[in-house]
T-cell receptor, first 115, second 111 residues
């Protein structure tokens, strides 16, 4: 158990819909990272938050957004869903942010299926 | 443009023998490298890491070697056990700290 929790574990929805994925980082960790694992793209970085502020963006679509709340949990919002958004979405956390070599610990993931 | 490459999609090893998983990278700004183990439908589990200022790091049965001049790292597992069967991902990070992953190697340890 990494200490990172994600809900829900599974999500089935239809095209055009909007969903919210939730992540609680390890106790004391200020950085939260979101990654997507799809069959054709592998594990890819989406976005990073540190202590409530966006710090870095990766290959994140404009239809996707995220935020980190004062209690440090984070939510990833996916809207206007398409079939190709079906994937595993992982959250990871680490104590700090850029400038330090830290290990990221991953949650169990949310499996999203868009029908 | 794959900055981290794992060229072997799969590897089979006999129980008790050594498993060697390889990883190559192209970005010379990477300064921290990690190996994760992953089972289907689970999150990646951290195994071992190495800073670019070192060439070897050991933790129990797991050893990671880094060859900066060749931009190559490898993970050695000795002795291999059936429970080690999983997908292994190599990842790298630079100052921005987001992880760039390789495509993974499926390790199968045969009893």
């Amino acid at each position: 158990d990494s200490g990172v929790t994600q809900t829900p574990k599974h999500l089935i929805t239809a095209t055009g819909q909007r969903v919210t994925l939730r992540c609680s980082p390890r106790s004391g960790d200020l950085s939260v990272y979101w990654y997507q694992q799809s069959l054709d793209q592998g594990l890819q970085f989406l976005i990073q938050y540190y202590n409530g502020e966006e710090r870095a963006k990766g290959n994140i679509l404009e239809r996707f957004s995220a935020q980190q709340f004062p209690d440090l949990h984070s939510e990833l919002n996916l809207s206007s869903l398409e079939l190709g958004d079906s994937a595993l979405y992982f959250c990871a956390s680490s104590p700090r942010t850029s400038g330090s070599q830290e290990t990221q610990y991953f949650g169990p993931g949310t499996r999203l299926l868009v029908l | 443009d794959q900055q981290v490459k794992q060229n072997s999609p799969s590897l089979s090893v006999q129980e008790g023998r050594i498993s060697i998983l390889n990883c190559d990278y192209t970005n010379s700004m990477f300064d921290y490298f990690l190996w994760y183990k992953k089972y289907p439908a689970e999150g990646p589990t951290f195994l071992i890491s190495i800073s670019s200022i070192k060439d070897k790091n050991e933790d129990g049965r797991f050893t990671v070697f880094l060859n900066k001049s060749a931009k190559h790292l490898s993970l050695h597992i000795v002795p291999s056990q059936p429970g080690d069967s999983a997908v292994y991902f190599c990842a790298a990070t630079g100052s921005a700290r987001q992880l760039t992953f390789g495509s993974g190697t499926q390790l199968t340890v045969l009893p």
